[in-house]
């Protein structure tokens, strides 16, 4: 697979990603799309709302599906009522620095993180103490005994610091952590500040009252219509409500590209099901979100599902599958998230509704009056869904799948990447970058080129291309030999290249090359709109 170096100048010679005000010295975390980016991200948008909304067919059940279901797509705004925040957990759980063990998937408060360093056979690790554990003195003295393979308080090991916290010591020296559950040192993540979200103020004052924030996800903009859009839809559960849009997290290190951006796109389902149901709409709706990549073209190979364990569930979810991707930059072996399906039970609805959860399970809903007496939060409005054919009224189960168009942008770039050998103009075999984009996605889906710009061929060329710019994203080109012209087309992923060349002046025919097999066959002026079309699936 191409390097990340490789890819990020790709993006920016073809124009494909740019760094935000590269002017001024550019801003982390944030990203400009080109003109082959916004054509290739927007084929990824309208890929999924095909693929999830508008080809959706609410009477027949898809394969797989335990019923045939609806589904309606919806818009919702970035800045809404901060209560939204307050009561999706949002507002105080995400607040402090976090560190995550890799290793482990346990996550630790960043300042309640204490160890002290200790040397022993040439090597110094600073050994944490579990926040949990008894007796933190014990408990890195065992850890340290067992580490560097020394007896405990034999005079080998060293104390080469007293306890101190994880704060103290500078984030490069993170490879010489031993987190406390881990078996080897360096699996602690860089500190993560957890209240991720953008403050702003609305309308003139900058008082408190009127902080509102940009909102982190889309998905809560889908559970608060939830009611409008059973009211006004004439829609009946299963019911899966979608949202693409902007969202914006204030991540502490963004970073690897667009993989961890500071603003971003999501493409959410929240997919409201009967309770009795949710478990076999969850393991539908993880299986086909695989599913939408493989067919797309990406490979199998650099795809994993991985399901979180019990420890990485949040306290109400009863299931949750990350769809990872290989991305080049992790280390060889890793898998960064490119979609989590969540079965979020009831949570959601029933939070905005009474926000009445147990305190003991999720206490940060809990807001205390001046009395010490908590004060519960929801809107206090009913949102139970009444099934009109059984006469039932429950609170809907929630199925959510949530991808990110930006990380699936890239892992269709990453995995698209090659570099293989193509003959040249000489018809000697020369390397080549090509871009193996399923033709869904390509940002530019054919390419007329005149063989020479003389002999009336550019004119036949333009008139081509000018019958095929309304209906396919068609590119002209005729500047530099046609084995140029060719390699430019194939680096950026052009499926199709149509060339004008003497035959055409003789029998009216063109030749139409394939990127990805190099084959060539010709096929009439009249019908190249017909070809193309068969060829591209359009
Ligand atoms: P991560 O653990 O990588 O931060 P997450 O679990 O917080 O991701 P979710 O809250 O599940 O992510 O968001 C759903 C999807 O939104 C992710 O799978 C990803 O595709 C996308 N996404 C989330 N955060 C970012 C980001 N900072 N930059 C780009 N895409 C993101």
Not at 45 to 54: G, K, L, Y
């Amino acid at each position: 697979m191409a390097t990340l170096s490789e890819i990020t100048s790709l993006c920016k010679r073809r124009g494909f990603i740019f760094q935000s005000s590269e002017l001024y010295g550019g801003i982390n975390g944030f990203w400009d799309y080109g003109p082959l980016g916004t054509e290739l991200k927007r084929n990824i948008r309208q890929a999924w709302w095909r693929d999830m909304v508008s080809w959706h067919n609410p009477l027949l059940a898809p394969a797989g599906a335990p019923a045939a279901f609806a589904m309606v797509g919806i818009e919702t705004s970035v800045i809404m009522n901060p209560q939204v925040w307050k009561v999706s957990g949002h507002y105080d759980l995400f607040q402090d620095l976090m560190v995550d063990c890799r290793e482990t998937k346990l996550r630790y408060r960043y300042d309640q993180l204490r160890g002290r360093w200790a040397e022993a056979r040439g090597r110094k690790i600073f050994i944490t103490a579990d926040p949990d554990a008894e007796d933190e003195f014990d408990f890195v003295s065992r850890r340290a005994s067992k580490l560097f393979k020394v007896p405990t308080g034999s005079p080998e090991l060293k104390w080469a610091s007293d306890f101190m916290s994880l704060s103290q010591i500078a984030v490069e020296d993170f490879v010489g952590v031993l987190a406390p559950q881990a078996q080897a040192p360096g699996t602690l993540s860089e500190p993560r500040e957890f209240n991720l979200m953008f403050k702003t103020y609305v309308g003139a004052l900058t008082s408190e009252e009127h902080a509102a924030y940009l909102r982190p996800e889309t998905a809560q903009g889908i559970f608060l219509n939830f009611k409008n859009v059973i009211d006004s839809s004439r829609v009946r559960l299963p019911l899966g409500i979608a949202q693409i849009g902007k969202s914006f997290r204030n991540e502490i290190t963004p970073r690897q590209f667009t993989f961890r951006s500071r603003e971003f796109e999501q493409m959410e389902i929240e997919f409201f099901c009967h309770p009795s149901t949710s478990e076999a709409w969850y393991r539908y709706w993880r299986d086909r979100r695989l599913r939408w990549y493989f067919d797309l073209g990406i490979k199998p190979a650099n795809v994993r599902l991985r399901e979180h364990d019990k420890r990485e569930l949040s306290h109400y979810s009863r299931g949750t599958a990350d769809i990872e991707y290989a991305f080049p930059f992790l280390p060889a072996g890793d898998f960064g998230e490119l979609e989590g399906v969540a079965h979020r039970g009831d949570f959601d609805l029933r939070s905005h509704m009474e926000g009445k959860l147990d305190p003991n399970s999720n206490p940060l809903l809990v807001e205390r009056d001046s009395a010490g007496q908590p004060r519960w939060r929801g809107s206090g409005k009913n949102l139970a869904y009444r099934d009109e054919r059984t006469n039932e009224t429950y609170i809907p189960h929630v199925i959510e799948p949530s991808a990110g168009v930006d990380r699936a942008l890239l892992a269709f770039i990453c995995d698209a990447m090659q570099t293989d050998e193509a003959p040249d103009d000489t018809g000697t075999l020369r390397q080549r970058s090509v871009l193996r984009l399923s033709p869904r996605l390509a940002p530019v889906k054919v390419a007329v080129l005149p063989l020479v710009r003389k002999d009336g061929m550019p004119e036949i060329a333009r008139d081509i291309h000018n019958a095929l710019v309304r209906h396919v994203a068609v590119q002209y080109d005729e500047k530099d030999a046609i084995g140029r012209r060719y390699r430019r087309a194939d680096e950026i992923g052009t499926p199709l290249c149509i060339t004008v060349d003497g035959q055409t002046l003789r029998d009216n025919t063109v030749t139409f090359r394939n990127r990805d097999d190099l084959s060539q066959w010709r096929v009439h002026v009249n019908d190249c709109e017909a070809e193309v079309r068969r060829f591209i699936g359009a």
